[in-house]
C-alpha cells in the first residue's frame, strides 16, 4: 500500500451470522485469522494488507458513529477485488453464488477492464475486475 504512515486497511461490516459468512468467504478461497475472530467478530484475509472485519450487527453498531444501513434492502458500498484474468473473475462470481451469496450485474467488459458482480449473504456488493488493455490509443 502507498502513502505516507498508510498500513493495512480493514474494512468492517456488518453481518447477520458468521457462520453463513465464514461459509461463503472461504468459499471465495479466503482465509479465516482465527486469532483475531471470536464469537462477534470473524476476521477474514484478503491480502497481507487487507482484512475483512465481519462483525454481528449488534457489535457492529456499538462501534459505528451513526445509523447501521441494511445492504439487502439497498447498497451501501461496492467492494472491489482485482485479479489477475477474465477467468479469475468468472470463477470468484461462480464461487460467490454456490457459497450463498447472489450475482450482481452482467459482467461488463471494455478496453481497459472485465467486471462481474456478486453479494455476499448478507447483501454486501462486491465486484471482480481485471485491469486490461486491448488496444493504445496514441
Known amino acids: ?12 461490516l456488518p453481518v447477520r451470522d458468521l457462520e453463513v ?39 457492529f453498531a456499538e462501534q459505528s458513529p451513526g445509523p447501521v444501513g441494511d445492504p439487502s434492502t439497498g447498497v451501501t458500498s461496492v467492494l472491489c477485488l482485482t485479479v489477475d484474468s477474465r477467468a479469475r473473475v468468472d470463477e470468484l462470481v461462480a ?22 458482480s456478486f453479494t455476499d449473504p448478507d447483501g454486501h456488493a462486491w465486484e471482480a475486475m481485471v485491469m486490461e488493455q486491448t488496444h493504445v490509443v496514441n
Open 21 to 59: 459468512s465464514r461459509a461463503f468467504y472461504t468459499g471465495l478461497g479466503l482465509r479465516v485469522h482465527e486469532q483475531f475472530s471470536d464469537t462477534t467478530t470473524l476476521a477474514v484475509v484478503v491480502s497481507d494488507e487487507v482484512a475483512l472485519m465481519l462483525q454481528v450487527a449488534g457489535h
Open 95 to 116: 464461487a460467490a453464488v454456490s457459497s450463498g451469496g447472489r450475482a450482481g450485474l452482467d459482467v461488463r467488459s471494455d478496453d481497459l477492464r472485465y467486471v462481474g
Open 1 to 12: 500500500m502507498t502513502g505516507p504512515g498508510i498500513g493495512m486497511l480493514f474494512v468492517n
